[in-house]
Structures are given as C-alpha cells and as structure tokens.
C-alpha cells in the first residue's frame, strides 16, 4: 500500500478508499489509483484488511439441492448482486438436508462477516453458534423456525391464486405432488392450494410424495397416469417447476395429452419452464428482489452488533400463463 501511494503521491488512506470505490474520493482520483494498480500488479491483501477493519467482506453462502435449476439461478443473482456491493459470496454448503454443526462453526473459521441461508434446515445448535458469536444470518426462500431474518415468497398466495385459475378453467378432480416434508416452502405451497379449494367446497383427491426432485415428480406423473379414466385428477399441483415438468413428461410418455386430458402446473419460474415442450404455467418468484432484500437486511445487521430485530419479508410472486392449463374462455 506504501509504494502505491507514492506511485500516486497520496495518502496510503486515499488509495485504500480509491480501491474501495468510497464515494468521498473523487472520480479522477479512483480512476487514477485503479489504473496504478493494475499496472503495478498490486491486489489488497484482505487478510489484513480483514485485521485492521474487523470485516472480511465475505458472505457465507449455503445453497439448496443443485438438482434443482432454482438453485442455480438464485446463486448467480446472489453472485451478482454481492459482487455490485462489494461483497464476496463463500459457498459453505450445497445441497438437501440440514445445516449441520461444522457447517456453521466454518462460518466462524473463515471470519464471515454474515451468511445468507436458500434453503438447507438451520439447526438449533448451528443457530445457537451464530448468535453467541454475533454472525447474523438471512435467510432466502425460507421461513425459518430459529433466530434469523428471513425473506421469502408469498408461497400461500401464489399457491392460491393457481387454485383460482383452475377453479376457474371447470376443473373437478384435484392432486398435488409434494416437495421435502419439512420445508417450510413446500408445506405453505400445499396449504394455500388446498385452502383455497376447501373454501370452494373441494378437496385434493391425491396427494403424492414428489421430494422435489425430477425422478420424484416423474413417479407421481406415472402414478397418475396409471389410475382409471373416472378417478384420474384433471388438474395437478407440484409444488415445484422442476417436479411439475416431471409430470408432464411422463403423462405424455403415457399417451394423455397436456392440458387436454389433464392440466399441470408449477411454482417457481425457473428459466426451463418457459420452454415449448413444457410451457409450463406457474408463479414465478422475485429472485432478483429477494436477493436484494435479503442483503439488505444482512449488510443492516452485520453493522448492528446484534441490536436489530429479526425480520420477516413475503414477496409476491407473479402468475404466468402458459399452455399447461386449461383456462376459462376470455
């Protein structure tokens, strides 16, 4: 930092907010100081800055199950959106199940400054080390039962509003295929449908374990597929997108036609359900928003020293429309 600063004949402060991009330097000089650096070959040493500020500027980052394709497109948001503010995301766990204990005793290893959580279970233990140690912890896409902030869908409503639409479409016989048991998203999603058919009078006639995986929903779809004519459903509710294509598939497999014989949707908007071959209708959720509320609400926290409340955020989702379905006319 010394030798850069003389290179620039400033202050070795001036050229660490010129490399911070802190507004309180003016434009000329950030560009000036940034040019020196990169033709110096000089790169910050974040250890110690991480010594000398007390933050890191790393996010921990624990992920859902990959398999899913909402996963991947929530972590190249989050990806982006960190990078915009400065931030670095470091991945600590991918994949089903629960944070486990080493999981979070590494957000305290690699002096994280905080940790953004899309889905895995967060256990006591683990919510127990984060708070002792003042690691605050949003999580995304989930509501959780211990201490963090959350920021989420609005799964009732979303779930609600495709029972509405097929209501409306004259569908009778009802199913959902189910996502993880203990998911707080997936149970909410199952819940807002089913509210909102009892409150017509109707009841879910089949009601299938999907695990929220491909080869889940695919099962569910040939289960379907297989039940006589009379007791077959007319109208299916995955949880999930990547179930709900699942199901298309193997009706199709079966001979039924979509949405003709038996109308399908989803709920997530991943980028693949738009495609023809499903042109799957769905609610699709604010990735984008979520995201950035959920750093807001950690960025606020990890400069709190533990004084602000937990806090819970629902998002609404948007309803598409595609050829899954049957609708009403007009």
Do not use: W
Request: aromatic residues 4%; neutral net charge.
């Amino acid at each position: 930092m010394v030798s850069l600063s003389r290179l620039a004949g400033v202050a070795a402060s001036t050229v660490s907010r010129a490399l911070k991009d802190d507004p309180r330097i003016s434009e000329e000089t950030r560009r000036r100081i940034q040019a020196l650096a990169a033709e110096s070959g000089y790169t910050p040493n974040i250890l110690a800055r991480t010594l000398s500020s007390g933050r890191s500027g790393l996010i921990g980052f624990v992920l859902g199950p990959i398999e899913n394709p909402f996963y991947s497109e929530l972590l190249l948001e989050a990806v982006g959106q960190a990078a915009a503010r400065g931030l670095r995301l470091l991945m600590l766990h991918a994949g089903a199940g629960p944070v486990e204990e080493r999981t979070a005793e590494a957000l305290l290893n690699y002096q994280v400054d905080g940790c953004l959580i899309t889905s895995a279970e967060l256990s006591s233990r683990a919510a127990s080390i984060c708070r002792d140690h003042e690691v605050p912890v949003v999580m995304i896409n989930r509501v959780p039962r211990d201490h963090a902030s959350a920021v989420s869908c609005d799964n009732v409503q979303g779930a609600r509003d495709l029972a509405a639409l097929l209501l409306t479409g004259g569908h009778k016989l009802f199913a959902i295929v189910k996502g993880h048991p203990t998911t707080s998203t997936s149970l909410d999603r199952e819940r807002g449908f089913a509210d909102h058919l009892s409150a017509s009078g109707i009841d879910v006639t089949l009601r299938l374990d999907g695990g929220s995986t491909y080869d889940g929903g695919f099962a569910a779809g040939r289960v379907i597929a297989e039940m006589p004519d009379a007791e077959r459903p007319d109208a299916i509710f995955a949880v999930a997108d990547i179930m709900a294509m699942a199901v298309i598939d193997a009706l199709r497999i079966a001979g039924l036609r979509v949405p003709e014989d038996v109308s399908v949707v989803g709920f997530d908007g991943i980028a693949a359900s738009a495609r023809p071959a499903h042109a799957l209708t769905t609610v699709v959720q604010p990735r984008a928003a979520m995201v950035a509320r959920g750093l807001d609400l950690l960025i606020a926290r990890m400069g709190s020293a533990g004084t602000l409340p937990d806090e819970r955020v629902l998002l609404p989702g948007e309803l598409v429309l595609r050829s899954s379905a049957r609708m009403a006319r007009g």
